[in-house]
């Protein structure tokens, strides 16, 4: 069965930079949109940025100008590019793909990224 593995996150201070990858492993190419989502205890899960297969990107306005989304297709790898991080970019983020056949969407375990002086 197909997975999410997570890599990167970590500790940053304030303005500080810090990536994220997930990868689809074993790879699986019915696979659409990915995107990386967040969430802080007591909150909602949120979106932060998608991108379809196409290149097609959508970003939360809280981190647009900040956050970089990009993807390997070949790979089967999405990106998060965090710069300027802030701490309330504080949060668990989670990848996540859509896909063509069941399950219809898949999520990674999760990395804590941590913005804090």
């Known amino acids: 069965q197909v997975q999410l593995v997570e890599s990167g996150g970590g500790l940053a201070q304030p303005g500080g930079s810090l990536g994220l990858s997930c990868a689809a492993s074993p790879a699986d190419f019915s696979i659409t949109v990915m995107g990386w989502y967040r969430q802080v205890p007591g909150n909602q899960r949120e979106s932060v940025a998608t991108i379809t297969s196409g290149g097609i990107t959508n970003y939360a306005d809280s981190v647009k100008g900040r956050f970089t989304i990009s993807r390997d297709n070949a790979k089967n790898t999405v990106y998060l590019q965090m710069n300027n991080l802030k701490p309330e970019d504080t949060a668990v983020y989670y990848c996540?793909?859509?896909?063509?056949?069941?399950?219809?969407?898949?999520w990674g375990q999760g990395t804590q990224v941590t913005v804090s002086s």
């Open positions: 996540q793909a859509d896909r063509r056949r069941t399950p219809y969407a898949i």
